[in-house]
């Protein structure tokens, strides 16, 4: 099918459709300059061992190594502007109802517009206690840009004196509750899902297209590259996120 065909057939599936689900991964970054964890020379996991840097036990072996980590990736996204596709998502919620879900710990989706239903592996900017779990919202020093290796010291907790810890989920750590269950009901109700930059490879949230089609939705994706989702999607759109959506606004009339 032709791109023009494809961006037709995606418009009229999703005026049809009561709602929209969107699921996104860290390929619809990408264009915005943020590396993905996978498949690219310079993925965060082709460069970095997530033993090291995503899991409790590297926290307690290692904070400072951690926190310099996760604040050297905060300061990436504070740098990075929402792209095209970030922008026609977010407009395509006045043609939609759009539920959107992503994996995505950055803020690009809610800075080009978008209200975001869930982040199911958590969020870079939502930090918390280690020790009590309260929330901390003092604000952090400001960074120059700086090598991902540089050990920073974590903030200490105003509650408890525990160390602050980023929003993130950790492999082996359970998912946030209200979002996973604000992921679930969007995968349980949509007519139709987009997946636009994920591999697929990361449960449960690989988990939600096939949710999707269970209840009877279309599932569409949304990827350059194959992945583990291609076999059992309804309809693929071999391109990039920035490529994609502003096509799909434009033929949608936005
Ligand atoms: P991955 O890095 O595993 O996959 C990124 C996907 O984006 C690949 O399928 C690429 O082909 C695709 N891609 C690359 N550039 C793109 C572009 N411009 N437009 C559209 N797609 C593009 O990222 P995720 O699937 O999001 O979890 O990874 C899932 C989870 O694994 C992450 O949330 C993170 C990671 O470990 C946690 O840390 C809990």
Not at 58 to 73: E, I, Q, S
């Amino acid at each position: 099918m032709s791109t023009t065909n494809i961006a037709k057939t995606l418009a009229s599936l999703i005026a049809e459709a009561d709602p929209v689900a969107v699921l996104t991964g860290a390929g619809m970054s990408a264009e915005s300059g943020i590396p993905t964890f996978r498949g690219q020379h310079n993925s965060l996991w082709s460069q970095f061992d997530p033993q090291q840097l995503a899991t409790t036990d590297a926290w307690h072996a290692d904070k400072a190594l951690v926190w310099g980590w996760y604040r050297w990736r905060m300061a990436m996204v504070q740098q990075a502007k929402p792209h095209a596709g970030h922008l026609a998502l977010a407009k395509l919620a006045a043609h939609a109802n759009i539920a959107l879900v992503t994996q995505n710990v950055d803020d690009l989706h809610e800075r080009a517009g978008s209200r975001v239903s869930a982040h199911v592996h958590g969020s870079l900017f939502a930090l918390r206690c280690f020790d009590c779990a309260q929330a901390y919202a003092q604000a952090l020093k400001p960074l120059k840009p700086h090598a991902a290796t540089l050990r920073l010291t974590p903030p200490t907790c105003p509650h408890c004196g525990g160390d602050i810890r980023p929003g993130f989920v950790w492999f082996g750590e359970t998912l946030p509750e209200y979002a996973w269950a604000r992921a679930e009901a969007a995968a349980d109700r949509c007519d139709l899902m987009l997946v636009i930059g994920t591999s697929g490879l990361v449960y449960p949230a690989a988990g939600l297209p096939a949710v999707a089609q269970q209840h009877g939705a279309k599932v569409v994706e949304i990827n350059p590259e194959d992945t583990a989702l291609s076999p059992h999607v309804d309809m693929h759109w071999r391109t990039t996120a920035a490529d994609a959506l502003p096509q799909l606004l434009k033929e949608i009339g936005g």
